[in-house]
């Protein structure tokens, strides 16, 4: 569900800015749902955006420590406000489960899949926050926001 941050922001992004076409993006970040697959750890849309921050700020030079300082004080921070929020990064802790792991075959998506999983608030915060962070950084292209 992580690719629903950059579905809910895709009119609002510079796309051209983080330097990587939609497809590609959406297909990098397809395994975070589920807490990376299903395993129930952090919740993909916390990963997201540290993805969106890498992308926008990473580093290629693992010796360049003011880079990783910049990358890690970023998204400590955002991903502080969502922990603030709701206590936890972990999907199984999210999501109230009682198990680490799940089955790599997803649930069918139906109304009452959807209807049942709060995850869609954990994405609107997730979006929310690095929405409000990009437009601080002038990556938003719309003011309205």
């Not at 290629?60 to 990783?68: G, H, L, R, V």
């Not at 999983?117 to 609107?124: E, H, S």
């Given at each position: 569900m992580s690719e629903e941050i950059i579905k809910l922001n895709k009119k609002k992004i510079k796309l051209?800015?983080?330097e990587i076409d939609k497809e590609t993006l959406?297909?990098?970040i397809s395994p975070l749902g589920g807490g990376l697959s299903r395993l129930r750890e952090t919740c993909g849309a916390v990963n997201a955006i540290g993805i969106v921050i890498g992308n926008l700020y990473g580093y290629?030079?693992?010796?360049?420590?003011?880079?990783?300082v910049k990358?890690?004080?970023i998204t400590q921070q955002l991903v502080k406000e969502f922990e603030d929020e709701y206590h936890s990064l972990c999907c199984r802790d999210l999501l109230k489960l009682d198990h680490k792991h799940d089955s790599p075959i997803p649930s069918e998506r139906t109304s009452e899949y959807y209807a049942s999983?709060?995850?869609?608030?954990?994405?609107?915060l997730a979006s929310d926050i690095l929405t409000k962070f990009l437009i601080k950084e002038g990556v938003i292209v719309?003011?309205?926001?």
């Open positions: 051209q800015k983080l959406l297909k990098t290629f030079d693992p010796k360049d420590n003011e880079a990783k990358v890690y004080t999983r709060p995850c869609k608030q954990y994405i609107f719309d003011e309205h926001y």
